[in-house]
């Protein structure tokens, strides 16, 4: 609800207005509001920011820089607002990420020829990996992988050939994401309160779906399920949680 109040705002429909931006077109997000030292206040409230469709679906990727509301949500009105600059919007070509449906032989050459591939620079050949149960061996690392319904993935008993010896080294014994924090460091009035916690409480478990071979994978890539509990306690599982490439 509170994404939907700037669309009825007048002060900031006539900030998009002298922007020549189509209301239709804006979708807004709410932040937490975050705590840097102010005198406590104990309403509820969230910062929203709007962003431009027209052309993506990504719209992330065009923010509208500049303006910024507050929301109390106990009111659920508009307390505060702010339209400081007119900063350009990023063009929509280019930004879509959506899967273009097709086969899987399509999808695979649209992987290859496509800019993943490109990006992170994978590899082409056979895999230098192994897997044999949860173990997986690649290059002079040896390590099991399991998943956990409250970390996601999870990498124990990590150990490294040591050539002189021939025997491997553990260096760790288990490894996981507890959180993902994004502070963006970031000074500018619409930025600095955007230190999101993006995995904490929820964890990297069961935040997760599936993968997607040939759209979120390369081709040779090795998929893992994970199995969650679900509300009657019985085990449940999803496929392609995580991979190993
Ligand atoms: C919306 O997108 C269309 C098509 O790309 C473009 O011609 C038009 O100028 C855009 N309108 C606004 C207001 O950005
Ligand atoms: C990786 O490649 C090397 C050299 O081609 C090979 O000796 C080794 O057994 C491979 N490792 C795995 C885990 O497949």
Known sequence: MANALPLEYPPFIASMEKRGLKLEEIVCVSFT???FGEKKNSNRVVKVNCYYLNGTVNFYMRPIEGVILVVDLDQ???????????????????TDYRQ?????????????????????????????????????????WEFHLAFDMRVGPIISVASILDPEQNTYRRVLYRGFLSEIFVP???????????????????????????????????????????????????PTKTPNVFLCI
């Not at 990297?204 to 009657?232: E, I, K, R």
């Open 76 to 94: 659920m009105k508009v307390t505060w607002y702010n339209d400081r600059a007119i900063i350009p919007i990023p063009k929509a070509e280019g």
């Open 184 to 234: 963006y460091m970031d000074l500018t009035f619409e930025w600095y309160f955007r230190t999101i916690f993006d995995a904490g409480e929820y964890g990297g478990g069961v935040s997760t779906t599936p993968l997607q071979p040939f759209t979120d994978c390369p081709p040779h890539a090795h998929f893992m399920d994970g199995y969650f509990t679900n509300q009657d306690g019985s």
């Open 33 to 35: 509001v975050g705590w």
């Open 100 to 140: 273009v449906k097709g086969t899987k032989g399509e999808g695979e050459e649209r992987f290859r020829s496509g800019s993943i591939e490109e990006k992170v620079g994978m590899q082409h050949d056979e895999p230098n990996f192994s897997i044999e149960g949860h173990t997986v061996r690649w290059e002079n």
